[in-house]
């Protein structure tokens, strides 16, 4: 059977990007926050699709100083 997951790859950075911010948010970060969940009730029934018996190969990539952004 295939399974449905509903990990959020697309939300993965701009909510981990938020997260920073938890303990002094400012106005900016609350609309942009307000944005993510305005687009979360937009797209519930978005997700993975994994099929049974296919291969699945994983690739990532990082830059280890994150490019000297002080933020990330």
Not at 14 to 41: A, E, S, W
Request: proline share 4%; charged share 20%; aromatic share 8%.
């Amino acid at each position: 059977p295939n399974i449905v997951d509903k990990t959020r790859l697309d939300l993965s950075y701009p909510i981990g990007l938020r997260c920073q911010f938890m303990q002094k948010p400012t106005k900016t970060h609350m609309d942009c926050v307000h944005h993510i969940l305005q687009y979360i009730n937009r797209t519930l029934d978005c997700g993975l699709l994994y099929k049974n018996g296919g291969i699945l190969q994983l690739h990532g990539y990082t830059n280890a100083d994150w490019a000297e952004d002080a933020i990330d």
